[in-house]
């Protein structure tokens, strides 16, 4: 994947009525990126993936593809497919009609024509199947249809409408794989719409996380997850704990940071003396220890791999979560257990205070 | 393959901007602009394909019946048309007893096929909709076929039926029933009365139908486990839930049925003429189309506020009830 | 299912309810066959002479023609009228959508005497003579509501994403147009056709109204109610236009549930 930009939106906003559905967004997608647009429901997402694909227009801001305007074009001249959420296969033509549907234009012969569908076909391992209706396939086979209806037209860059929501969950788990293999296979641009953090996090080159109409950080899922930038990044993706603290002193880059009855740790934060700061930290990097923050189980839940607690902590008035990889030697707790929490101070997040 | 570099882009006619470009740069002509604006806005293109048929609608419904309402204040003199604008019409409209009685028996005609066609269609329709399982669309069918049938045909067999030697008399004549034959039975308001009531029952159906369907199953579910008998639950939770679709119904027969010109000339007689057939023979034999229009407005208007105020106090018991 | 306890007294009520509205329309057969003149009891034997007669009648048939003529062409004008405004009354968000709505659907509470006159006036301030047109005209009028209804409730169940994939596959509004919305509608295009071409057909007071020299069916039967001795071939027009009627709304109601039922899981989505 190249640094190239390839996709450039630029302070695209949108209204609809008196709601701001895109706010603002400014964003850059480089070419053969596997990008996710994150966040929850009526975040403006699918909003954006839409005037990507020319079925909105913005009201104010520019979309470039490749060097080239495409603000004011319509849909059917952008060089980006689209599979939808309700994959939209064509009810009246069987798959390999569906499929071909987008190849008309192209004025192939035959046999040429032939050829194309069978090789999309296969490429969603679903050979032989050209002759099938819409109602006769199972949802997941609709889903590679619409896939393959999109890929066959060999788009610069396909869009995906959280394509996979319908889908139970072991089939989620398994087409998410494939579409991430078939995607560095073709060596394509997939911008991928979601509100599933754990699918943008595990398929995502990038991912961009929106709230509100509003672009709150685009990076790697690692960045999201061990450095987001504000609460509502923090919050979305995985658990976290969140504290206040003030920064107490400087010395040059690093800082003392005081988490009053959480102990006083030196991190590296921007923020001058005597700043309120909300720091955040998750419950994977706290250990139960020896020694610590003295703390009483108020919860506990065994999961397998994992046990999660929740830790009543005095002088805080909500409980910390903690989360710890069960092993034949850490002993399991019980409500009520007295238990002491210890963490390193690299694994603390500062952010803006509230 | 679809490229989009900007030779490809040019070739295929897309505008190729640097990235220094911005949108309103002046060299937007007014027709782009237009064109923009229709593309990005979904009611223009939504009026624009409505347009053809408000159009027709315009030319025959709007314009049509505003002439109609111009021509109820004109008069007849003689052969000429006199265009001051005058009340004269409606003075005689309402002004005239002949008229008014005709008005006033048109409504009471009218309610009556209403009331009997309502009532009667209500447990048709909450058969097909609570008893009937699979066949549903069968039965819909069945009582969709005479709503298509040809209306003066229908009418015309009442006729048939009811007449002086029709299928009644003739048959109860020859079973020995009678001796002579009935003569109440044709050329009066009640033949008037029957003939509609038969003619407008799909009409009343469908609505019924329709509303009933709709209600969830679960609300009597629910009533029932919180201790209503099935009367108590009909009174309660069917009925003014599918009150909509009655008034609905009574609407849809009342109003047009006021109007009604071939049952009171087929069936009617002289004592059941009703005000359609008087505003016809303005048109036709006196010539006085300015009467004419008058009583048509009349009509619709009396018309119009009968069914208002029955909607209203409709409306207003079924809140009453709750 | 719900308890059938009740089901008897209300099944029979409903068979009394279908008898009520089909035993009267059944004599018009009935006394089509019947070898008198007079339509009474009791029937004096078989005969097909009216049918005959009915056939051989010149004014008859050349006003069915002008009522097949009128009827066709009233169908296919209210079923393209009604697909346009079904269209962008379902698939755009038009303002005052629903006061345009209702505005296309007052032909149905206004009585046909009122829109007869009405469009009689009209025709006679431009000096439009009264003619075959001047009837479609009408007709078009009252039919463009039933149209209306039957296709919105088609396009209604439509996915519009399955147009938004045909415009991103590449293609434009009008090829969309043939290639997914038409075929896709075309069940409630039939079922509207047919409907409207029923209502047509079937319609007497307007025609009355607006007709010229040409006299369509209904008009020609209304003309023949004079005449005693005329009644039974009358009887067996109408026997026939019955049966003829009824086929088609069959024919025009299986085609529109087929349409939605063969389709309708995958209509809805995923």
Redesign the interface.
């Known amino acids: 994947m190249s640094e190239d930009p390839f996709l450039r939106i630029e302070h695209v906003t949108k209204r609809f009525a008196d709601v701001v559905a895109v706010d603002d967004a400014d964003l850059t997608i480089r070419r053969g990126e596997f990008f996710s647009l994150l966040g929850p429901s009526g975040c403006g997402k699918t909003t954006l993936l839409r005037i990507i694909a020319g079925f909105e227009f913005p009201d104010s801001g520019e979309i470039y593809c490749d060097g080239v305007r495409l603000t004011d074009e319509p849909a059917n001249v952008r060089p980006s497919n689209m599979v939808f959420q309700s994959y939209a296969i064509f009810p009246h033509l069987n798959v390999f009609d569906n499929i071909a549907y987008g190849l008309r234009r192209e004025h192939l012969t035959p046999s040429d024509l032939k050829v194309r569908v069978t090789e999309a076909l296969a490429m969603i391992k679903l050979e032989g199947l050209g002759a099938r209706w819409a109602d006769e396939l199972s949802g997941g086979q609709r889903q590679r249809v619409a896939l393959a209806r999109a890929l066959v037209r060999r788009p610069k860059m396909l869009l995906l409408d959280e394509p996979l929501g319908a889908l139970d969950r072991r089939l989620r788990e398994t087409m998410q794989l494939e579409l991430r293999a078939l995607q560095k296979s073709l060596g394509i641009t997939f911008v991928f719409v979601t509100h599933d953090q754990e699918e943008a996090l595990s398929m995502s080159d990038r991912i961009a996380v929106m709230s509100g109409g509003r672009i709150l950080q685009v990076a790697t899922p690692r960045t999201l997850y061990e450095a987001p930038s504000c609460r509502e990044v923090a919050d979305f993706i995985g658990e976290m704990n969140f504290f206040s603290g003030w920064i107490s002193a400087r010395d040059g880059a690093s800082a003392q940071i005081d988490l009053g009855a959480l102990g006083s740790f030196n991190v590296v934060a921007p923020q001058s003396a005597g700043t309120r700061v909300l720091v955040a930290l998750r419950p994977e990097k706290i250990m139960l220890s020896d020694a610590g923050v003295k703390g009483s189980v108020s919860a506990a839940a065994f999961l397998g791999e994992r046990s999660h607690y929740f830790v009543k902590v005095e002088s805080l008035a909500e409980p910390i979560a903690v989360a710890v990889q069960n092993s034949a030697l850490t002993p399991g707790h019980a409500v009520g257990d007295i238990v002491h929490l210890a963490w390193s101070a690299d694994a603390l997040v500062i952010l803006p205070a509230d | 393959m679809l490229s989009l570099s900007k030779h490809g882009a040019q070739a295929r006619g897309l505008k190729v901007t640097g990235e220094m470009d911005s949108v309103g740069s002046g060299r937007d002509g007014f027709g782009e602009r237009l064109e923009r604006f229709y593309r990005r806005s979904e009611g223009a293109r939504g009026l624009t394909l409505l347009s053809p048929t408000m159009v027709v609608m315009l030319a025959a419904l709007a314009a049509p019946l505003a002439l109609l309402a111009l021509y109820s204040f004109w008069s007849q003199n003689g052969y000429a048309l006199d265009t001051h604008l005058s009340l004269g019409q409606y003075a005689q409209s309402f002004g005239r007893a002949s008229y008014r009685a005709l008005l006033y028996r048109s409504l009471v005609i009218s309610s009556l096929v209403t009331l009997i066609t309502v009532a009667l269609a209500y447990p048709m329709a909450y058969f097909v909709a609570f008893r009937v399982g699979r066949a549903k669309f069968v039965w819909l069918i069945l009582l969709t076929i005479p709503f298509w049938t040809s209306y003066l045909l229908r009418v015309f067999s009442w006729k048939l039926i009811l007449g002086y030697n029709g299928v009644i008399n003739s048959g109860l004549m020859s079973l020995g029933l009678i001796h002579q034959p009935l003569e109440f039975l044709l050329y009066n308001p009640t033949a008037v009365v029957v003939t509609l009531a038969h003619a407008w029952a799909p009409f009343a159906i469908l609505p019924i139908y329709v509303s009933l369907e709709k209600i969830d199953r679960s609300l009597l579910d629910a009533a029932a486990d919180l201790g209503d008998g099935p009367v108590r639950r009909f009174f309660r939770i069917t009925l003014p839930l599918s009150l909509p679709g009655v008034i609905a119904a009574a609407v849809v027969i009342f109003v047009p049925t006021t109007g009604d010109y071939v049952t009171p000339a087929l069936v009617g007689g002289s004592d059941g003429v009703m005000i359609a057939n008087i505003i016809e023979v303005q048109f036709d034999k006196v010539g006085n189309w300015p009467l004419g229009a008058a009583l048509a407005m009349a009509s619709m208007a009396a018309v119009g506020v009968v069914t208002l105020v029955t909607v209203l106090a409709l409306r207003a018991a079924v809140r009453r009830i709750r | 299912?719900?308890k059938?306890n009740?089901?008897g007294g209300?099944?029979a009520?409903?068979l009394c309810?279908?008898a009520?509205?089909?035993v009267?329309?059944l004599?018009?057969p009935l006394?089509s066959f019947n070898q008198s003149v007079?339509?009474?009891?009791?029937l004096s034997g078989f005969t097909t002479q009216w049918y005959a007669q009915m056939l051989a009648d010149d004014a008859m048939l050349k006003a069915l023609g002008n009522s097949l003529v009128v009827g066709a062409t009233t169908a296919l004008l209210s079923t393209l009228?009604?697909l346009?405004?079904a269209?962008?009354?379902t698939?755009?968000?038009?303002?005052g959508?629903a006061a345009?709505l209702g505005?296309?659907s007052?032909?149905?509470?206004?009585?046909?005497?009122?829109?007869g006159?009405?469009?009689?006036?009209?025709l006679n301030?431009v000096a439009v003579p009264l003619s075959l047109l001047s009837v479609i005209?009408?007709h078009?009028?009252i039919c463009?509501p039933f149209a209306?209804t039957v296709l919105m409730s088609r396009l209604e169940g439509f996915?519009k994403?399955?147009e938004?994939?045909?415009?991103?596959?590449?293609?434009?509004g009008w090829t969309t147009f043939w290639?997914?919305t038409f075929?896709?509608a075309l069940p409630g295009i039939i079922s509207s056709l047919l409907?409207t071409f029923?209502?047509s057909?079937?319609e007497?007071?307007i025609a009355y109204?607006l007709a010229g020299n040409d006299a369509t069916l209904?008009i020609y039967?209304?003309s023949q109610?004079r005449f005693p001795y005329k009644l039974p071939s009358?009887l067996a027009l109408?026997a026939a236009?019955?049966v003829a009627?009824?086929v088609?709304?069959?024919f025009a109601?299986w085609i529109r549930?087929r349409g939605l039922e063969?389709?309708r899981?995958?209509?809805v989505?995923?």
């Open positions: 299912m719900r059938k009740h089901g209300l099944l009520y409903a309810y279908l009520f509205l089909y009267p329309v004599f018009l006394f007079f339509i009474a009891f009791p009228l009604g346009l405004a269209k962008a009354l698939r755009y968000r038009v303002p959508g345009l505005f296309t007052l032909p149905l509470f206004i009585p046909d005497i009122v829109l006159i009405s469009l009689l006036l009209l301030a005209c009408g078009t009028l463009v209306i996915d994403s399955l938004e994939a045909s415009l991103d596959l590449g293609e434009t290639r997914v075929p896709l409907l029923i209502v057909f079937d007497f007071l109204f209904p039967i209304w109610l009358v109408g236009i019955l009627s009824a088609l709304v069959v109601e549930s063969g389709r899981a995958v209509m989505g995923a």
